[in-house]
């Protein structure tokens, strides 16, 4: 027999803030749109008018955590970063993106050590998003890169992730596996470049599933690389960028799918194409 779950409500922040430091084992969701089921204790921040703010500046977005996927997509593509938008499309359908939160979608990423990378994961860790949290006990705010974030810290609640809103001039976002499901075999692909007087000046290359991969040695070796590349260049890196994706698995001792591997550097020889 199902035991009863318990119900919290909170209007904004400051009683979200209550019930976490007053409940035991509280469990904070977004939109619900997950098929597990809920903890005995829950309280959903997703109509928590302070935490589906969007805050649009020059160099960046603060989106709210309880900002759903399509709130994402209605602001169009002029400010928000092609990959992320192509990401929040990858999910689900209308109905799934009306209700499923940018929280949620990142927290249930780190729910677990184990934990399949959801669909704005790598977007957000290629971007460099920062995470907000305001703790319960004094109220203060504290912030942590995307690339440091294991989940929401103890008597804390997440109340904002700023997006970086740079330009690139070349933006590719790929979802692996099967569509609408999230299985063993899900993952993102991100590759961004930017270049000014045909030199590269940065790269961002990111594969998220049930092994997060991002190397910032291998990132910053095309850097300063004048544009077109060359085959040489292209080859090289692509087997930098396998012997590093192989070491990254066996350190993580996640088994990984070898049609994964495939399609990790298939798309990276894709990604670099871009810039021959």
Known sequence: MQSNKTIFLAKNISELLYQIKNVSE??????????KPLPEKVLSARDIAELKLINM??????????????????LGSERVPQILREAAQSVGNYFVRNIATLGGNICASVESPKAIKRSLYAPLLALGATLKFRNTE?????????????????KNVLV????????????????????????????????????????????????AGSLVFQDSE??????????????KTVQDWIASARASFDEAAAESELAQNPITREQFVSLTRYSLNQLT
């Open 218 to 231: 291998l990132e910053t070796k095309l850097l300063g690389v004048r544009l077109p590349l060359t085959e």
């Open 57 to 74: 500046r020059e160099r960046f977005i603060d989106f709210g955590p309880a900002v759903t996927l399509n709130e994402i997509l209605n």
């Open 26 to 35: 509280l469990k904070i969701v977004g939109g619900c749109s997950s098929t």
């Open 138 to 154: 004094n109220q203060m705010s504290a912030t942590i890169p995307f690339s440091k974030f294991e989940g929401v810290p103890p």
């Open 160 to 207: 904002s992730i700023r997006v970086p809103a740079d330009d690139w001039d070349v933006s590719i976002f790929r979802r692996l596996g099967q569509s609408g499901i999230l299985t063993e075999e899900s993952s993102s692909f991100c590759f961004l470049a930017k270049t000014a007087g045909g030199v590269l000046t940065q790269v961002k290359l990111v594969f």
